[in-house]
Nanobody, 124 residues
């Protein structure tokens, strides 16, 4: 069984930064792609970023390009999302997820295990 636990969320002013972490237990993450998604109040969950198993292939949704960075440390079984220049529209619950394969995906059906989420609130 795989468990994913996100941390690092919180309240920050616009323009600030946060670093989210996703620690995994169970089967090692290094065989799989990992992704970050988010869900704002009243909206569907949306893709944010994904990284393939080696860390060489990365993909971002357009709205976070140049501001967010996804990274992974396979030795620590951990994935990170560095978020800079935060905007109020980035406010959401952020979820990490494990891919079903080694290749990164922007689709929810490309992931089979999900964390419980961590709240990010950006004030204007």
């Amino acid at each position: 069984q795989v468990q994913l636990v996100e941390s690092g969320g919180g309240l920050v002013q616009a323009g600030g930064s946060l670093r989210l972490s996703c620690a995994a237990s169970g089967r090692i993450l290094s065989l799989y792609a990992m992704g970050w998604f988010r869900q704002a109040p009243g909206k569907n969950r949306e893709f944010v970023a994904a990284i393939n198993r080696s860390g060489t292939g990365i993909y971002y949704t357009d709205s976070v390009k140049g501001r967010f960075t996804i990274a992974r440390d396979n030795a620590k079984n951990t994935v990170y999302l560095q978020m800079n220049s935060l905007k109020p529209e980035d406010t959401a619950v952020y979820y990490c997820a494990r891919g079903t394969t080694y290749y990164r995906s922007s689709r929810e059906d490309g992931y089979d295990y999900w964390g419980q989420g961590t709240q990010v609130t950006v004030s204007s």
